[in-house]
């Protein structure tokens, strides 16, 4: 009976044991289960996080891409070459619509200026170095265009409506030019100034404030101080020496190579 009674106990204390083991395996694998589903569970929501993230992201490089795609983008080539009569230039343009949309051209300047000329002079401040200033307006008011002197010559033009990647090209003058810049040589400027901006409309809101000088431009809608100005594009001012027929770099004896790239003024 003691022997049966102990194999009995003893068996029952072997089934505790291996409950107690298979207790702990499953808690000890429990454990280690929890710990991978919270680390697969932490990745998830880093890659959910990362995901809102990149779309996000991807979004704001759509709208970015959209407003981009709207924003007008215009380029402006100059030359020049003799005129028929006696000292006299002609000047090319060219000018390139690189917007993805149709724009219509409102203003084409072109000046000539003196061989004195530096990139700080400004037509309000050095009228005295203006050799011509012929500026093109589209639908000018008759109260305003067309007006001529003798450096300038203000008139009213048809628009010119360039498609997206279109390319308009013309030529002005011909230009006379004083025999001392004829020999010396001349600067050239070009400004272009499209009716589509970036935001807004282009409009004409009063006359020039210069001989030469562009009628002022509001970018529309616009208050009576007009603080919100359209934008101009303008090719790097040419050097150019008409006796030699040649673009050629003019020189200043104190200073060098005079720098011409400025904005228009």
């Not at 407003?67 to 030359?79: A, D, G, P, Q, T």
């Not at 000539?112 to 639908?139: Q, Y």
Request: aromatic fraction near 8%.
């Amino acid at each position: 009976m003691a022997t049966k009674q102990d194999r009995a106990e003893k068996d029952f204390e072997l089934r505790l044991k291996k409950l107690d083991w298979w207790v702990k395996f499953i808690g000890i694998g429990g454990t280690i289960l929890g710990a991978i589903l919270t680390v697969f569970s932490i990745i998830n929501t880093i890659n959910q996080n990362k995901l809102v993230k990149t779309q996000e992201e991807l979004s704001r490089l759509q709208k970015e891409g959209l407003l981009e795609k709207r924003r007008v983008n215009m380029s402006v080539e100059l030359s020049a070459s003799p005129g028929l009569a006696e000292k006299t230039i002609a000047v090319g343009l060219k000018i390139t619509n690189n917007s993805s949309r149709e724009v219509n051209i409102a203003t084409i300047g072109i000046r000539i200026w003196r061989h004195s000329w530096e990139s700080g002079d400004r037509l309000e401040d050095r009228p005295d170095l203006i050799i011509f200033s012929d500026n093109s307006i589209a639908d000018c008011p008759k109260s305003m265009c067309p007006r001529r002197t003798p450096k300038s010559l203000l008139r009213s033009e048809n628009a010119i409506a360039l498609a997206s990647g279109e390319i308009q090209v013309d030529t002005y003058g011909p230009y006379s030019i004083p025999t001392t810049d004829w020999n010396q040589g001349v600067w050239i400027e070009a400004f272009v100034r499209p009716f589509e901006q970036d935001d807004g409309i282009c409009a004409i809101k009063g006359p020039p404030s210069t001989e030469g000088g562009f009628p002022l431009f509001c970018r529309e809608p616009y208050n009576k101080n007009c603080n919100v100005y359209c934008s101009i594009f303008n090719a790097p001012p040419l050097p150019y020496l008409p006796s030699r027929n040649s673009t050629i770099l003019l020189h200043d004896d104190n200073s060098g190579a005079r720098d011409k790239r400025r904005s228009a003024k």
